[in-house]
């Protein structure tokens, strides 16, 4: 089996803005959770029978008790933000599992989600749908890959040391060195991409680079943005990869759908739903959703930095 991994609050970003340029300034309300449903059912019809979504419940994460300014909520559209919820409803009566992160972020699901699913033997591939660069240290062979949907790509092994210069697993070194301005932390100062591989491919992770290599303030910063870079893989989200198995819409998603204006993705659902689920109207959410607050993991700690 193929398990597909989707990044919502990406897709969700994607499709808003995607819509913004054809509506003049007049957002639906409902535009951008459309765009995400209408995504996961295009892949489900394409094939996809294993899927799971992890969103952004809310913005802020652990990672704002380390560094002062990493990303938070604040700039984000009102009409985005009003739709973050309201998708993972929508995909929950769809039938999609879906992982609503709250202390961790939208890419720890994946991370955790492709780490359980990577060790089951019954999986063939594990796809990641994000072209955030945190998630390319998820990448495994050719067995667990990153896709990018803007640019029509997946991303292996080999693919990501060729745009960033480092394996996958050195990935949160590289971030460290070079920064991530997505998330708000700047990286070592006088330290480019090209450099950064360089350090890495020479003395291999952060915490085994020789005093000449970084000063003592510069490895202490360093190995903090290393910290903020590295995707915990151990949010309890499902046991079984079957819980990811897409078996049709729920009971409520007629309703769900009415109300957004969207009677047509009714049809589509049922029309996707398996053979043997034939016009399936299922009474309850899928398993495999995450708690409404997810298990916090045990990240170093040590003294918020600025």
């Known amino acids: 089996m193929i398990v597909h991994l989707i990044d919502g609050t990406y897709e969700l970003f994607r499709h808003f803005y995607g819509l913004r340029r054809f509506t003049k300034g007049e957002d639906k309300p409902f535009g951008g959770v459309l765009g995400v449903l209408g995504t996961v059912l295009q ?4 094939g996809a029978t294993h899927v ?3 969103t952004d419940h809310v913005i802020e994460s652990f990672r704002n008790d380390l560094w002062d300014e990493y990303k938070t909520g604040e700039g984000i559209d009102r009409a985005l933000w ?7 409803d929508a995909l929950l009566a769809m039938g999609v599992a879906v992982w609503p992160m709250v202390e961790l972020e939208a890419d720890d699901g994946l991370a955790s989600a492709a780490w359980i699913a990577e060790r089951d033997e019954r999986v063939e591939k594990v796809c990641i749908w994000s072209p955030d660069k945190d998630l390319a240290q998820c990448v495994r062979g050719d067995r667990v890959v990153q896709m990018d949907r803007r640019a029509d790509r997946m991303r292996d092994e080999a693919g990501v040391k060729e745009a960033f210069g480092v394996e996958p697993v050195r990935i949160p070194d590289f971030l460290a060195l070079v920064g991530d301005s997505a998330d708000g932390y700047p990286g070592i100062k006088g330290i480019g991409s090209v450099g950064a591989a360089r350090l890495i491919a020479r003395y291999g992770p952060i915490e085994s680079f020789p005093p000449e ?8 910063r360093a190995l903090l943005f290393k910290d903020l870079a590295t995707l915990r893989t151990d949010a309890p989200l499902f046991e079984d990869v079957e819980d990811l198995r897409w078996r049709g819409p729920t009971a409520g998603f007629e309703a769900m759908a009415a109300r957004m204006g969207a009677d047509r993705l009714v ?3 049922r029309k996707a739903a398996p053979a043997e689920d034939p016009g399936v109207v299922r009474p309850a959410a899928p398993r ?3 708690p409404s607050r997810p298990r916090r993991p045990s990240p170093r700690r040590g003294p918020r930095a600025r």
């Not at 892949?43 to 394409?46: T, W």
């Not at 290599?213 to 202490?220: H, I, N």
Request: glycine share 10%.
């Open 43 to 46: 892949m489900v019809e394409k």
């Open 52 to 54: 799971g979504v992890a």
């Open 82 to 88: 009003a739709q973050f919820h309201p998708l993972e």
């Open 213 to 220: 290599a970084l000063g003592a303030a510069d490895r202490k």
């Open 267 to 269: 049809e589509r659902a």
């Open 288 to 290: 495999g959703r995450a």
